[in-house]
C-alpha cells in the first residue's frame, strides 16, 4: 500500500492512497489534521508514504508524537537519479522534476533551512522550507510517476538502484528520529570538562585562562611580545624569521618541526578547537533539557554519508564524549563495523581469495597470514594504499604483493580510477553515481587530502582517478551503513530503545540497561541482514563490535 502526503497550511494536509503500481486507488482526501490522518493509517496499513521530503514532512509529525514505518522521498530519489543521468548537483525539488518534465525554465532549489540552536525553539529547528507547503498533490504524482520509470531504465541494475532509494529513504527517517529524539548530554560535565581543559572561561567573552597562557608560550618562544596563534599567516612568518620554513601550519607538518614553539602550539591548536567549536558558548546554545539535538542531512556528501547543519553533531571529539552520559537507569550501545571498507572491497570486487580472508575476524591479519608473510602493517598499507590511491614510500612493495595476490580485487579499484581519470563516472554497488569530472569536489568527501592544489590537468586528472577510486568503496560502505540502520530501526520499533548518533559506520542507542543485551543481540542481527540485502550469500563477514557503557567516552 502507498499513500501519496502533501502538508498544507496549519498542520492540514492532502492524501491519496495509490496501488502497489503508483495508480490512485481511491479519492483523494484534504485532512484539517494531517498528522492524526498518517496515524491512522500508521495504525491500520503501515503503507509506504510518498512525500516531497522527509525533513520536512516528518519532524512535525514526530512532534506530534506520530511515527511512520516507510517512505519515499521524492527529493533525495531525484538527487540519485540526477547523479545516474550525470547531471550530479542539479535542482531536486519536486518543481524542479516538474520543470524538466514540461520543458520549462527549471527553478534553484529552496536554501536549506540553517538548523538553528534549541534556545530558538523547536520550531525553528524543524521548520520545513517555505516551498513545501506548494507543493500539491498532483505535482507530487506526476514526479513519482516519472521517477518510478526513470528508476526502470537506470544504468545500473534497477533492483539494486530501488534498493538505494529504499534505503536512503528509511536514512531519512533515522535522521529525523535522531534529531527528535537527541543525544543524552550532561551540561554540567560538559562544564567541568571546559575548567579542567582550558581554566575558567573569561568573564570578558575573550579566550580561556589556558589558552592565554599557551599564547604567551608560543610568542616567548619565537622572541616576540604578542602573536595570535590560530593565525596561519602570523605563525608562517614567525617560524620564518626562526630560520624555519614549513609549507602549513597543520598538526601533522608541525609535528616534524624540532623548535620551542611546537609543544605549546600544538596544545594551542587542539584546545583552541574545542573551545571555538565545543565551548561554552557551544554548550549554552545546543544543550537543552539534557539533549544535543542537531540536524542531520541524509546523503549530505557525495559518496553518500550523511553531514550535519549546525552543532557539528558528526564531529564531536573524543574528549568531549566525557558528556555524553545515558540517562540514570539507562546506557549506551556503541557499535562499529570492523573494517569496513576493506570488506566491502572483498565483497564486491568478486576477489575470491579476498573474500576468503574477509571470513576473519581480523581481514588485515587474515591477509599477512595469507600472503604477506605474517605482516600485518604491510598487509594493512597495501589494501588502503588500494583503496586511497596511495602509490609512493612503503606501498610500493606491498602493493605489488596485492596486485600478484589479489588482482581480480586491485584491478576493480584500478577501473575505477582510469574511469576516473578519463572523466568517466562510477557507481557504488547500488548504483550511487559520483559527480562528472565538470563539477568541482571537494577531495575531502573521499577521506583524503589532495595535494594537487592548482596543479594542471593531468595532476587534476590522477586527483579525480583517486576520487573514484576510493568513491566506488566509500560509496558501498554507507550503502551498507544505511542498510543496517533500517534494519536495525525495524528492529528497534516499539521499544524503548532509541538510536541517538549515526556517523559513518558507528551507531549509538540509548536505551534502558536492563535491554543492551537485546539491543546487542539486534546490532549483530542488523550487520547480518545488512550484509544479505546488498550482497547475497557472500563470504565475507561484516561483524559488528559493540558494547555497552554508561558514557560515550569508555567506548573503544
Same mark, same amino acid.
Request: a negative charge.
Given at each position: 500500500m502507498l499513500v501519496a502526503a502533501v502538508p498544507g497550511e496549519g498542520g492540514s494536509g492532502r492524501l491519496l492512497p495509490l496501488d502497489d503500481g503508483g495508480r490512485p486507488a481511491g479519492a483523494a482526501a484534504t485532512v484539517p489534521s494531517l498528522a492524526a490522518a498518517v496515524a491512522s493509517w500508521e495504525a491500520a496499513e503501515k503503507p509506504r508514504w510518498i512525500w516531497p521530503s522527509t525533513m520536512a514532512v516528518y519532524p512535525p509529525l514526530l512532534a506530534a508524537g506520530v511515527r511512520v514505518e516507510r517512505c519515499h522521498d521524492v527529493e533525495l530519489t531525484e538527487a540519485l537519479l540526477l547523479g545516474s543521468e550525470g547531471t550530479w548537483g542539479a535542482p531536486r525539488s519536486v518543481a524542479a522534476a516538474l520543470a524538466r518534465l514540461r520543458g520549462t525554465p527549471v527553478p534553484p532549489d529552496p536554501p536549506p533551512v540553517t538548523a538553528e540552536p534549541p534556545g530558538g525553539g523547536q520550531d525553528a529547528l524543524f521548520a520545513a522550507p517555505a516551498a513545501t507547503p506548494s507543493v500539491t498533490l498532483e505535482d507530487l504524482l506526476m514526479a513519482y510517476a516519472d521517477q518510478r520509470a526513470r528508476m526502470s531504465a537506470v544504468p545500473s541494475s534497477p533492483g539494486r538502484f530501488r534498493l538505494l532509494v529504499a534505503a536512503e529513504s528509511a536514512g531519512a527517517l533515522v535522521a529525523a528520529e535522531m534529531g527528535a529524539?537527541?543525544?543524552?548530554?550532561?551540561?554540567?560535565?560538559?562544564?567541568?570538562?571546559?575548567?579542567?581543559?582550558?581554566?575558567?572561561?573569561?568573564?570578558?567573552?575573550?579566550?580561556?585562562?589556558?589558552?592565554?597562557?599557551?599564547?604567551?608560550?608560543?610568542?616567548?618562544?619565537?622572541?616576540?611580545?604578542?602573536?595570535?596563534?590560530?593565525?596561519?599567516?602570523?605563525?608562517?612568518?614567525?617560524?620564518?624569521?626562526?630560520?624555519?620554513?614549513?609549507?602549513?601550519?597543520?598538526?601533522?607538518?608541525?609535528?616534524?618541526?624540532?623548535?620551542?614553539?611546537?609543544?605549546?602550539?600544538?596544545?594551542?591548536?587542539?584546545?583552541?578547537?574545542?573551545?571555538?567549536?565545543?565551548?561554552?558558548?557551544?554548550?549554552?546554545?545546543?544543550?537543552?533539557?539534557?539533549?544535543f539535538r542537531p540536524e542531520y542531512v541524509p546523503g549530505g556528501v557525495v559518496s553518500g554519508r550523511w553531514a550535519s547543519r549546525g552543532g557539528g553533531a558528526l564531529q564531536?571529539?573524543?574528549?568531549?564524549?566525557?558528556?555524553?552520559?545515558?540517562?540514570?537507569?539507562?546506557?549506551?550501545?556503541?557499535?562499529?563495523?570492523?573494517?569496513?571498507?576493506? #570488506?566491502?572491497?572483498?565483497?564486491? =570486487?568478486?576477489?575470491?581469495? $579476498? %573474500?576468503? @580472508? *574477509?571470513?576473519?575476524?581480523?581481514?588485515?591479519? &587474515?591477509?599477512?597470514?595469507?600472503?604477506?608473510?605474517?605482516?600485518?602493517?604491510?598487509?594493512?598499507?597495501?589494501?588502503?594504499?588500494?583503496?586511497?590511491?596511495?602509490?609512493?614510500?612503503?606501498?610500493?612493495p606491498a602493493l605489488a604483493?596485492?596486485?600478484?595476490?589479489?588482482?581480480?580485487?586491485?584491478?576493480?579499484?584500478?577501473?575505477?580510477?582510469?574511469?576516473?581519470?578519463?572523466?568517466?563516472?562510477?557507481?557504488?554497488?547500488?548504483? #550511487?553515481?559520483?559527480?562528472?569530472? =565538470?563539477?568541482?569536489?571537494? $577531495? %575531502?568527501? @573521499? *577521506?583524503?587530502?589532495?595535494?594537487?592544489?592548482? &596543479?594542471?590537468?593531468?595532476?587534476?586528472?590522477?586527483?579525480r582517478g583517486r576520487f573514484t577510486r576510493n568513491f566506488v568503496i566509500q560509496a558501498t560502505a554507507a550503502e551498507w551503513a544505511l542498510a543496517l540502520l533500517a534494519t536495525l530501526r525495524t528492529a528497534l520499533a516499539g521499544t524503548p530503545a532509541e538510536l541517538v548518533l549515526f556517523q559513518h559506520d558507528e551507531v549509538l542507542v540509548h536505551c534502558p540497561a536492563d535491554q543492551a543485551d537485546s539491543v546487542i543481540e539486534a546490532v549483530h542481527a542488523a550487520g547480518i541482514k545488512a550484509t544479505a540485502a546488498l550482497f547475497g550469500d557472500t563470504e565475507v563477514r561484516f561483524p559488528m563490535e559493540a558494547s555497552a557503557v554508561e558514557c560515550y567516552a569508555e567506548a573503544k
Amino acid at each position: 500500500m502507498l499513500v501519496a502526503a502533501v502538508p498544507g497550511e496549519g498542520g492540514s494536509g492532502r492524501l491519496l492512497p495509490l496501488d502497489d503500481g503508483g495508480r490512485p486507488a481511491g479519492a483523494a482526501a484534504t485532512v484539517p489534521s494531517l498528522a492524526a490522518a498518517v496515524a491512522s493509517w500508521e495504525a491500520a496499513e503501515k503503507p509506504r508514504w510518498i512525500w516531497p521530503s522527509t525533513m520536512a514532512v516528518y519532524p512535525p509529525l514526530l512532534a506530534a508524537g506520530v511515527r511512520v514505518e516507510r517512505c519515499h522521498d521524492v527529493e533525495l530519489t531525484e538527487a540519485l537519479l540526477l547523479g545516474s543521468e550525470g547531471t550530479w548537483g542539479a535542482p531536486r525539488s519536486v518543481a524542479a522534476a516538474l520543470a524538466r518534465l514540461r520543458g520549462t525554465p527549471v527553478p534553484p532549489d529552496p536554501p536549506p533551512v540553517t538548523a538553528e540552536p534549541p534556545g530558538g525553539g523547536q520550531d525553528a529547528l524543524f521548520a520545513a522550507p517555505a516551498a513545501t507547503p506548494s507543493v500539491t498533490l498532483e505535482d507530487l504524482l506526476m514526479a513519482y510517476a516519472d521517477q518510478r520509470a526513470r528508476m526502470s531504465a537506470v544504468p545500473s541494475s534497477p533492483g539494486r538502484f530501488r534498493l538505494l532509494v529504499a534505503a536512503e529513504s528509511a536514512g531519512a527517517l533515522v535522521a529525523a528520529e535522531m534529531g527528535a529524539a537527541g543525544l543524552p548530554w550532561r551540561a554540567d560535565v560538559h562544564d567541568a570538562l571546559l575548567r579542567e581543559l582550558l581554566g575558567p572561561p573569561s568573564a570578558v567573552g575573550g579566550p580561556p585562562a589556558r589558552l592565554v597562557s599557551l599564547a604567551a608560550e608560543i610568542a616567548a618562544a619565537f622572541g616576540v611580545r604578542h602573536l595570535h596563534p590560530e593565525s596561519p599567516g602570523e605563525l608562517l612568518k614567525a617560524f620564518h624569521r626562526a630560520g624555519v620554513d614549513v609549507p602549513n601550519t597543520r598538526s601533522w607538518t608541525l609535528q616534524k618541526v624540532d623548535h620551542p614553539a611546537v609543544p605549546p602550539l600544538l596544545a594551542y591548536k587542539e584546545l583552541f578547537r574545542i573551545w571555538t567549536a565545543h565551548g561554552w558558548a557551544w554548550r549554552d546554545a545546543w544543550i537543552q533539557n539534557g539533549r544535543f539535538r542537531p540536524e542531520y542531512v541524509p546523503g549530505g556528501v557525495v559518496s553518500g554519508r550523511w553531514a550535519s547543519r549546525g552543532g557539528g553533531a558528526l564531529q564531536i571529539p573524543k574528549v568531549v564524549r566525557r558528556a555524553v552520559i545515558a540517562d540514570p537507569g539507562w546506557c549506551l550501545v556503541v557499535a562499529d563495523a570492523a573494517q569496513l571498507e576493506p #570488506r566491502v572491497l572483498a565483497a564486491v =570486487s568478486g576477489d575470491a581469495r $579476498l %573474500a576468503a @580472508a *574477509g571470513q576473519a575476524g581480523d581481514l588485515y591479519a &587474515a591477509l599477512a597470514t595469507d600472503a604477506f608473510a605474517g605482516d600485518r602493517a604491510k598487509a594493512k598499507v597495501a589494501l588502503l594504499g588500494a583503496m586511497y590511491g596511495q602509490t609512493g614510500g612503503a606501498a610500493i612493495p606491498a602493493l605489488a604483493v596485492l596486485r600478484s595476490n589479489y588482482p581480480t580485487a586491485f584491478d576493480y579499484v584500478e577501473s575505477a580510477a582510469r574511469t576516473g581519470e578519463g572523466g568517466g563516472l562510477v557507481r557504488s554497488w547500488l548504483g #550511487r553515481t559520483c559527480p562528472p569530472s =565538470s563539477v568541482s569536489v571537494s $577531495l %575531502a568527501d @573521499a *577521506g583524503y587530502e589532495s595535494g594537487d592544489g592548482g &596543479a594542471p590537468d593531468s595532476g587534476r586528472s590522477r586527483a579525480r582517478g583517486r576520487f573514484t577510486r576510493n568513491f566506488v568503496i566509500q560509496a558501498t560502505a554507507a550503502e551498507w551503513a544505511l542498510a543496517l540502520l533500517a534494519t536495525l530501526r525495524t528492529a528497534l520499533a516499539g521499544t524503548p530503545a532509541e538510536l541517538v548518533l549515526f556517523q559513518h559506520d558507528e551507531v549509538l542507542v540509548h536505551c534502558p540497561a536492563d535491554q543492551a543485551d537485546s539491543v546487542i543481540e539486534a546490532v549483530h542481527a542488523a550487520g547480518i541482514k545488512a550484509t544479505a540485502a546488498l550482497f547475497g550469500d557472500t563470504e565475507v563477514r561484516f561483524p559488528m563490535e559493540a558494547s555497552a557503557v554508561e558514557c560515550y567516552a569508555e567506548a573503544k
